[in-house]
């Protein structure tokens, strides 16, 4: 018998499969269609990762699947080429990115191959590339004559080590995105101008559309956060003396009775006018000091802190004259940058006025503090107190009237406001797609007529950026300096280039018309196929998805496609990190790299059945040295099943054990299939394990070569060829099959032996999955135990261990708790 060596196997495999085209979706096939894919990939020098070998997988699983159901099915592949990391190479190295990018990508093409990812290569994009940036840049000229692209000067994020502006979801933690280790600085603000899109327009709609989405909970979640919808007034408050009126917008103007004081971020731009000369010192020290801390530092201090500017404010409904502060827990870009204090109700606003001996107005009938979430959650419970004529009434009942008292004085209007800022989408670096605008002293702002996209990045041998705010593109004279198309005059090109995130938004639609040159894409095509059926990614759960979900609504907007949506379901899988818990990191080298696995003898699909059977997808996992060499011993032991049905002489089985092979093989068809397509790929594989084991006991009563025996394992090779798909190929067609296993080959179960006499009752240890077995049903929980501690896969888990309780479920579950 022939021993299983993936050596041999997987390379043959994949020569087939290139060399006959397998994986070339016909996309205008008629055939049901199906799309699976993974966020696509930045190529940089070091190669795939484990990350990389996780988050692939996990659309090739489905796409394979769905392809074996006899879908069209689609798994798309191309690289996220512009971006910091090969521009700081070249300022490193002096080698272009474009050559970086020469060097690197082909040998992504292998290592994706190597993995057995079904992806079609005819159709690979790169966003690097002039026929891809052509659109890009002409989504920016769309989003300008549509009135949803525009240029400001504004206080924006800034990465002191790039040297380049930030979105504000490139902020995390008060660091760049990219330079978030212990030792980088923080990012700071800096007033720049910059382009924008009006993400904002499309506020309420982006957030009106999550409830529906088949997407991960955390995303969706992340996704409301990061709009963030309030539902509140704008209140005016005059200045005592002066004309000034500063203005707040409030999610609690039920509670303004209890308002006794007022607060401005220290940037507000009233700061200066209204501070008296007895305090500027002061406020100007305050302000400089507010100036060096990030915005999360400003949040989460727990220390509040602030100076009184000397001026008065007069509350509008009670007419009583209230100080005015600086401080550096409001924060100027929300809102409107100043706050009515109510510290009667507001955490932050209670600390600050017992800190600074301030007056403190209850507005509830308890006459303590009561914070306003919890009167805004339970709005009939609170009773209003020291609120004039609205005294004895429930906020509930108080809150419109209260409202509607502020409109009639004209100190107040009803207001939503959003924490979603309008989406900064130029960038002071090189390595991107040039922004389509040249700039004319006469016309001003100019687009780059449609005819004359590309604005090709021109080859530079300095990629530094000049220092003056704008990128190394500016020392490019020849490049620079055009004339204007509207009035032939001189002029000069924009050097800001556009935000990687505009690249990734709408690359999905390219991938249906990769080589189109006379238009975006073909729309009708577009149409046929959209949404995306299947999308994954461990990262960019709220920029990346939120940018793509407005550029889907733009396109619908101009006609492009049909569907608001660009994502019919998302997965946000979680991530594998070291054995202790730690990530992986160079630095600390415990990285795993999924080459040398396939080098060292296991092969790839060893490790790909290992990644899908360590925990469910959402979950984070901790890599286990023996994860992958257990996965191998599966593949192994149905290797040896089918040599050894091959090497089985013909004959005839009795029928009970006919019946037998049927019960075990037709309900796990079921259970996989459907643990397939609810992404419930680790109890897909555990149910397989344990249908091998099920039928390694019938062999040992009879294995001839019989059509009872040739159906169940042949179904069996089917439903791991998702996973495992180069030993599936292998044996399918030792099995006789002169078709791929991978179109049209999924098995159907036969209903009449579903009904089963047995149950499978998953295995956990400790809470985590470890084995499957198919038991009678109704089986007692000592049975239930012995054979679960009589299992190869649960048993190495117990060894040395002290089992402390026994959690049983009858026919469904059993937990092990050990020391």
Known sequence: MQRYNPKDVEPKWQKIWEESGIYTSDLTSKKPKYIAMSMFNYPSGSGIHIGHAMNYTISDVKARFKRQQGYESYHPVGWDAFGLPAENYAIKTGVSPMESMANIIPGYHKQYKAMGWSNDWEKEISTHLPEYYRWTQ?????????????????????????????????VIDGKCWRHDGPDDPLAEKKEVKQWFFKITDYADELLEAIDGLDWSESVKLAQRNWIGKSIGANIKFKVVGSNDVIEVFSTAHDTIYGATFMVLAPEHELVKKLTIKAHSKEVEAYIQAAERKSEVERQTTKDKTGVFLGSYAINPVNNKEIPIWIADYVLVNYGTGAIMAVPGEDERDYEFANKYKLNIIYTTKDQKFINYQDIKSSPSKYIVANSNEFDGLTFKEARPKILQQLEDLGSGKAKVNYRMLDWSVSRQRYWGAPIPIIHCPKCGPVLVPDDDLPVILPELTDYQPTGDGRSALARATDWLKVSCPSCDGPAERETDTLDTYIDSSWYMYRYFDPRNQDKIFDSELVKKWEPIDFYNGADHATAHLLYARFIARFFKKIGLVNEAEPFNQFVFNGKVTSSDGSNFSKSKGNGVDPLEIIDNGYGADALRTYLMFAAPLELWTRWDPQGVPGAYRFLNRLWTLVSEYLDAQEGELDKDIEESIKKVINPVIKKVTEDIESNRYNTAIAASMGALNELYKLKAKSLVKNPVWLDAISSLVALIAPFAPHIAEELWQRLGHSLTVHKDSWPKPDDKYLASDNVTIVVQVNGKLRSQLLLPAGVSEEDATQAAKDNDKVSRYLEAKEI???????????NIVIN
């Open 138 to 170: 002409w989504i920016f000229s769309e989003m300008y004559r549509n009135n949803l692209a525009y240029q400001d000067s504004r206080l924006q994020w800034w990465c002191p080590i790039d040297n380049t502006v930030l979105a504000n979801e490139q």
């Open 804 to 814: 402390k309780k026994i959690i049983f479920v009858k026919d469904k579950i059993i």
